[in-house]
Structure formats: structure tokens, C-alpha cells
């Protein structure tokens, strides 16, 4: 069974540039997830998508990023304009409905912001 | 909200030892996961572990929910071992579970 793909697994961008990242879950698994890892910490969940609706976005920054998932498959996080402060690793996660407390995350992309 | 607290931050075994990380949260949960992050970052699960005890090779991992805590084990640690170990629980928003909170993990290395 392939893992949750991820890509592309590095980016180097100036701040104020866009960037974005894409996500394929593994199959058949409904929920979808967004974490950001800042070096030294724990992920931090972004967003989650049920499907292709939003289940929790509450810490996201709505003003610079954005994250969606229309066919309710994969899924790309955007970040626009980028500040420093973004620069972690990325990790795309996905579950089952019926045991969706376990995830199962990509290798992730990590976004370094000059 | 929920705490998740990992002790120790920081340890470092000669190959072959046997080591215990902890893992204590702060409320009641109904599972709760133990990762391996890699040396190239990426999560690895080891156990999805809501009570009672697991074993995976020369891993195992304990929950004791009621007294809020996990202990994951390593036996004979290998140099391959070495990374950040992370405990993780869910919690509940929107009527759905997904969203983990995750503790600030315990660094391992391991020396040949």
C-alpha cells in the first residue's frame, strides 16, 4: 500500500514569495491533514479536511495561507507572501473515518524562507 | 487545552542498552500514538496504543489511560534507533477527532 506523497521535499524562496505544496493521501482514507513542524518542536495541525470540507482551520494564518482539497483526494497548502518565520517542514498526514486517530504522515517538505 | 509532557528531552545510549521514555498528558483521552521522526524528518508510527500493552520487535509500548500516561521501551537500542521519539493525542473538535496534539518528543541517540 503506497504512504501519503508528498512534494516537492525542499524549497528555498525569498520572503514575500509564494510557494506551494502537494499532498496525495493514501487511498480511500477521508481525512486529511496539514501540520507545520518548526525545528525543535512538535507539529502543529494547520488545517484538517473531511472529504473536501474543512473540519478545523482554526490555526491557520488565513492571511497568508490557504489549503484545499476540491475532489476530496490531494490536496496543495500555499503560503502567500512568505515571512521567515515559516520556514519548517511541512507534513501532509491522512486517516481512516472509522479510526481517525490514527495518522499516517508523508516525509514532508521543508521550506527554508531567505 | 490538553498538555503533553515528555520526559527525558534528551538521551544517549550505548548500543545495545534498554531504554523507557515517557509520556504524560494532562486529560482523558481514548488512544494515543508514539512516532519515530527519522534523521531525515519523516514521522514514522510505531504504536496506536489507546491502553494496555503492544509490541513491535524490540519495541513495546504501555498506556495506562486512567493514570495518563504511556511508556514506550526500547531493548538492545541500535545505532538506527536514534532520532526523536514523539508521543501524540487526539482531540476532539468539530465532532471529529483528527487533530493531535503532539508533546516536544525525546531526542535518542544511540553510540556504536
Known amino acids: 500500500e503506497a504512504g501519503v506523497a508528498q512534494s516537492p521535499r525542499y524549497k528555498i524562496i525569498e520572503k514575500r514569495q509564494s510557494v506551494a505544496f502537494w499532498c496525495n493521501p493514501i487511498?480511500?482514507?477521508?481525512?486529511l491533514y496539514w501540520y507545520q513542524q518548526i525545528l525543535g518542536q512538535g507539529p502543529k495541525l494547520l488545517i484538517q479536511f473531511q472529504n473536501n470540507g474543512v473540519v478545523d482551520d482554526s490555526q491557520l494564518p488565513k492571511d497568508r495561507f490557504s489549503a484545499e482539497r476540491l475532489k476530496g483526494v490531494d490536496s496543495t497548502l500555499k503560503i502567500q507572501p512568505a515571512k521567515l518565520e515559516d520556514s519548517a517542514v511541512y507534513l501532509c498526514?491522512?486517516?481512516?473515518?472509522?479510526?481517525?486517530?490514527?495518522?499516517?504522515f508523508g516525509e514532508g517538505s521543508r521550506l527554508t524562507v531567505l | 487545552g490538553i498538555q503533553v509532557e515528555q520526559s527525558p528531552p534528551d538521551l544517549i545510549l550505548q548500543e545495545g542498552a534498554n531504554s523507557t521514555l515517557r509520556c504524560n498528558f494532562s486529560?482523558?483521552?481514548?488512544?494515543l500514538q508514539w512516532f519515530h521522526q527519522n534523521p531525515w524528518g519523516q514521522l514514522i508510527n510505531l504504536f496506536y496504543i489507546p491502553s494496555g500493552t503492544k509490541q513491535n520487535g524490540r519495541l513495546s509500548a504501555t498506556t495506562v489511560a486512567t493514570e495518563r500516561y504511556s511508556l514506550l521501551y526500547i531493548s538492545s537500542s541500535q545505532t538506527t534507533d536514534s532520532g526523536v521519539y514523539f508521543c501524540?493525542?487526539?482531540?476532539?473538535?468539530?465532532?471529529?477527532?483528527?487533530?493531535?496534539?503532539f508533546g516536544k518528543g525525546t531526542k535518542l541517540s544511540v553510540k556504536p
Open positions: 498526514a491522512s486517516s481512516q473515518r472509522d479510526r481517525e486517530g490514527e495518522l499516517f
Open positions: 486529560d482523558s483521552v481514548n488512544n
Open positions: 501524540a493525542v487526539p482531540i476532539y473538535y468539530g465532532g471529529s477527532q483528527g487533530n493531535l496534539i
Open positions: 487511498s480511500g482514507h477521508a481525512t
